[in-house]
């Protein structure tokens, strides 16, 4: 009788500072062949009306951060917990756990055993997430650069801008963490060129994974 399949799926964190691009990498990743868990997505769904974790986050911060439909205003609960490290970190305690097991389903569900598996994490630093991963790579630019394309294509203003970023895991605590960095202070053909070497390289490390030498039997 065959034994049990060895899964080979290899499980990468991906993250970046607010502004860094992050997304666009995400995409990149998934037109080369990844598998995306987008928890930020997630995150959305787990606060949705009628959820338990809308009402976990409503408890905490009160019906203000509301709309008048009964959906969560986002914009008025980022003004709240971006300006209060603590109030921040009530928010993480209920909305992280909630993100983590319905990303945990969505891989279970969609991956083959091979595949490449990319959690699209904005605030995988800061939760100290990086040892779930087999592979963090960090989106990474220049602070300036995350200014410019915060104001400048996101309209925020300069200070709730500089805000978001302080809010975040400094850029020396992300490649702190970093097994692969994308620099992205380059033009898009450039980004494209990039993701593409560091799609062959995960590629390679999950061919790896199956290479690797078994236990001898007993």
């Known amino acids: ?111 083959a055993d091979d595949a490449v598996v990319v959690h699209d994490v904005p605030l995988l630093t800061e939760n100290g997430l990086a040892p779930l991963y087999d592979v963090v790579v960090v989106v990474d630019v220049d602070p300036e650069t995350q200014l410019d394309r915060l104001v400048r294509l996101r309209g925020m203003t300069e200070a709730d801008a500089r805000a978001r970023m302080a809010a975040q895991a400094t850029r020396e605590q992300r490649l702190e963490i970093a097994d692969v960095v994308i620099d992205n202070d380059v033009p898009l053909p450039e980004l494209e060129r990039r993701v593409r070497d560091v799609w062959a390289d995960l590629v390679r490390r999950t061919a790896a994974r199956g290479a690797e030498p078994q236990p001898p039997q007993e």
Do not use: Q, W, Y
């Open 1 to 111: 009788m065959a034994g049990p399949k060895l899964r080979l799926m290899l499980k990468v964190g991906l993250t970046g500072g607010i502004g860094a691009g992050k997304s666009e990498v995400s995409r990149l990743l998934v037109a080369c062949g990844a598998v995306l868990v987008d928890a930020d997505r997630i995150a959305r769904e787990v606060v949705a009306p009628g959820t338990s974790g809308l009402a976990a986050v409503v408890k905490a911060f009160g019906e203000e951060v509301l709309t008048p439909d009964g959906a969560l205003d986002r914009p008025k609960l980022g003004s709240i917990v971006f300006a209060d490290p603590e109030k921040l970190a009530v928010l993480n305690a209920i909305v992280h756990p909630l993100v983590g097991a319905r990303s945990h389903e969505l891989e279970s569900a969609a991956a």
